[in-house]
């Protein structure tokens, strides 16, 4: 019989009466490391893709317009590769702290699948997952997507009622995932002065933080409502706080001009997504004096497609196009600081630590451990079942 207090479904004891913060301890069988999954092969590509965009009636010759990217790079996505690593180094991180703790890895859209992960879990004896979502920025598509795919996985291998998934919050404004941005600013700014040392940083230089672009109308809904982000929602006043932060602690980099720009948009042109492109944004600096430009990835963790064709290739052809010198500086990766980070969050849930001691450098932090009521909805497709939070 469910408790009126298991208002959070599929969740630990702790988390399943909603609590915004989870401050009771929780003994974790397992680490679940969720991503996003890419193909291994030029066979992959087009099968990956219809994962992607199931349920969207893409045709496979527009799904060739975005294959093209992959071909490129003999059809493998670096993301696995990544995923791999990173999977090693949080098990070496763990192993260095003395935290028994397994780490499974399971993807949203290739294999090995979520479904493949949670077989394993149960498998094993594991009943009560953590998962860390390689993603860290609140929208449907970085968060409560992959908390209706744990739905679907559970549902999927019939495991519902026996195995529980938190999630550790999103973690945009941890000191783990922003350290690397902030010392990466820093030594892209600071090559720039050794090689130019006549350049002004204050208006010949730009910085611009990327993210992924998303409808507008999936943006206003992103977060809480209750919070009042704007029309732009949670997602932008995230990046925005976290920008500021990197920008004031970088050296150097106090009087320096930035702005947000977004990235490989894939809505038909018709549809209001989140602006302006970076290309666009490029395009302009020239105008303004702009001779050199640093180029942020702040809304990806890893250097996957995104990274490495839609500013390796297109953004950087841009800046040279328009005569700025470019560096477009690392993402986290397998940083040591991002790893341990963490193995932070899943220890602040492990131990059921007080809010007011995790860290946070913005003040829209420390995130929610258990998603609100209606956070984060897909507007074209409507709520649907999710873990980790309060229905809807």
Known sequence: MTSPLDIVPGASAAAAGGAEHVEEPVAYDAILLASFGGPEGQDDVIPFLRNVTRG????????????????????????NAQNRQLKLALEAELAARGVDLPVLWGNRNWDPYLRDALTEAHEKGYRSLIAIATSAFSSYSSCRQYREDFAIALDETGLAGEITIDKVRQFFDHPGFVTPFIEGLEAALAAFVEETPQLDLTSEVEVLFTTHSIPTADAERS?????????????????????????????GAADVPWQLVYQSRSGPPSQPWLEPDIN???????????????????GFVSDHMEVLWD?????????????????????PGVDPAYVSGLIDLVLERVNGTPTAERPALTSLGPWYDVCRPGCCENVRLGFKPALAGIAP
């Open 56 to 79: 969207r009636g893409i045709p496979d010759e527009r799904l060739e317009e975005v294959a093209h990217h992959y071909r490129a790079f003999g059809g493998v996505s670096p993301i």
């Open 223 to 251: 977060g809480p409502s209750s919070r009042g982000f704007g029309a732009e929602g949670a997602y932008a006043a995230q990046h925005k706080a976290v920008a500021e932060v990197v920008m004031a602690a970088a050296a």
């Open 280 to 298: 666009d944004a490029i395009e302009e600096l020239p105008g303004r004096g702009v001779k050199a430009v640093v180029i942020v990835p702040l």
């Open 311 to 331: 500013l390796d290739n297109e953004a950087l052809t841009s800046c040279a196009e328009q005569g700025l010198r470019a560096v477009r500086i690392p993402t």
